[in-house]
């Protein structure tokens, strides 16, 4: 079995924060820089990906669905899922400017996971969805034979952190101390025949973690 992580190109919110004031979180589209990075990324996706089949899982926001779609894979992709599951964090509606850099600068000091945003989610609850959706992919995957073994998985940087935190059981200090991929960068998690899971790169760290684990990229 094997995961391709893959965060959506760039999107107007990656530019202009004060985009979230006037768009909800979900509709914000990409920018064209965003198209033209979904665009550049598609050859190296087709390689990994080749020769198929692939089930596509797809977080329902614009941004996701615009990078996957331009991407063109085609005929590789056997089945397209749109997963709310791998949604961003929720930072609850339209957002007001001054209010979203105090609790941007107050998850800072109290921590990114346990810190629930005011009318959205905490760290801990996209750990705990990602974790129902991570159980149930793999029960499919073993369980239904028709299910591709190659998987293709268009969510978010914070998404894309949790879910890697959640298969390899790292630390919540570990995973506060890395920092979220590029937009259209990607990981790759295979499991081998022993059941052990195996990532081909370590995310960036921006500190070293308190607790004094690292980045492990293999887990039984």
Not at 74 to 101: A, F, K, M, T
Not at 150 to 155: A, E
């Amino acid at each position: 079995m094997r995961i391709i992580l893959l965060r959506h190109a760039e999107s107007l919110g990656n530019v202009d924060e004060l985009a979230y004031c006037r768009i909800p979180d979900h509709a914000l589209p990409l920018t064209p820089r965003g198209v033209q990075q979904a665009r550049g990324i598609a050859p190296r996706m087709r390689r990994l990906l080749e020769p198929g089949p692939v089930a596509a899982y797809v977080s329902p926001y614009l941004r996701t669905r615009q990078t996957f779609e331009l991407m063109e894979l085609g005929n590789l992709v056997e089945r397209i899922v749109p997963e709310p599951r791998l949604r961003e964090q929720d930072w609850g509606n339209l957002q007001d400017p001054v209010d979203q850099e105090r609790q941007k600068q107050e998850r800072h000091a109290f921590g990114h996971f346990f810190f629930r945003l005011a009318h959205g989610e905490s760290g801990a609850d996209v750990d705990d969805r990602v974790a129902g959706f991570l159980t149930e992919l793999e029960r499919r995957v073993d369980n239904d034979p028709a299910h591709p073994k190659n998987v293709l998985v268009v969510s978010h940087g914070l998404t894309m952190r949790l879910l890697c935190r959640r298969l390899f059981n790292w630390s919540i200090e570990l995973f506060e101390s890395l920092s979220n991929p590029p937009t259209c960068d990607f990981r790759v998690l295979e499991r081998d025949s022993t059941g052990r899971w195996h990532m081909d790169r370590p995310f960036t760290q921006w500190r070293e973690s308190p607790d004094g684990e690292t980045q492990i990229t293999q887990v039984a």
